[in-house]
């Protein structure tokens, strides 16, 4: 079975902070993606990777950043935590049309 | 960019009854998935439709693609409890490979 994990499932922050979401996943899958999920909003997609060292901005990637040195490795980083940041945040591999998903990290920015 | 609209947001019904979830967009997708994501869980695929017309039937479920590729519906027969879940359609962008996803639709079923 494929794994993505992600590294919290949990988290609260403070403003001003920078935040580090880890995403792995096990199957050298090529292309990766962050989310952000809020209700009414769907998944929205915050940066996605189709390669090491790869990005590509999604619809929302405003104070976001990402950093993909490792293929099973996907990192997104908030440079200076926001309270319009809380959300949940999900991360995806994808091979051929079907996407995985890690169980989500719940940020909370304080 | 592109955008999928859902409807209904929320639904909730009683055990039996049927229902259907629509998945609308201006923007033509290569091809369009179904998820399902359950309390605390990522979304978990539930099918992927790639023919403009084409219809799938995964148990109590019917998938339908619209012949244009703008749209996409989801029909539950006679729902059950444990159908209870947030529903996202999602599209594919193509050659960019992202993976857009509709607002969802909270369906709640009551026994």
């Known amino acids: 079975d494929v794994k993505v994990t992600q590294s919290s499932r949990y988290l609260v922050k403070r403003t001003g902070e920078k935040v580090f979401l880890e995403c792995v996943q096990d199957m050298d899958h090529e292309n990766m993606f962050w989310y952000r999920q809020d209700p009414g909003l769907g998944l929205r997609l915050i940066y996605f990777?189709?390669?090491?060292?790869?990005?590509e901005k999604g619809d929302i990637p405003e104070g976001y950043s990402v950093s993909r040195e490792k293929k099973e490795r996907f990192s997104l980083i908030l440079e200076s935590a926001s309270t319009n940041q809380t959300s949940m945040y999900l991360c995806?591999?994808?091979?051929?049309?079907?996407?995985?998903f890690g169980q989500g990290t719940r940020l909370t920015v304080v | 960019t592109q955008l999928l609209e859902q409807s209904p947001q929320f639904l909730s019904i009683q055990e039996g009854e049927n229902l259907t979830v629509y998945c609308n967009s201006s923007?033509?997708?290569?091809?369009l998935q179904w998820y399902r994501q359950e309390p605390g869980e990522g979304p978990v695929l539930l099918v992927t439709?790639?023919?403009?017309?084409e219809v799938k039937k995964l148990k109590r479920l019917t998938f339908q693609f619209g012949d244009a590729r703008k749209d996409s519906s989801l029909h539950i027969t006679a729902a059950q409890p444990g159908d209870t879940g947030l529903y996202l359609c999602a599209g594919d962008g193509g050659a960019t490979n992202k993976l857009i996803f509709g607002t969802g639709t909270l369906l709640a079923v009551q026994p």
């Open positions: 923007s033509v997708f290569s091809s």
């Open positions: 990777s189709y390669d090491v060292k790869m990005k």
């Open positions: 439709v790639v023919t403009g017309g």
């Open positions: 995806a591999s994808r091979h051929n049309t079907e996407a995985f």
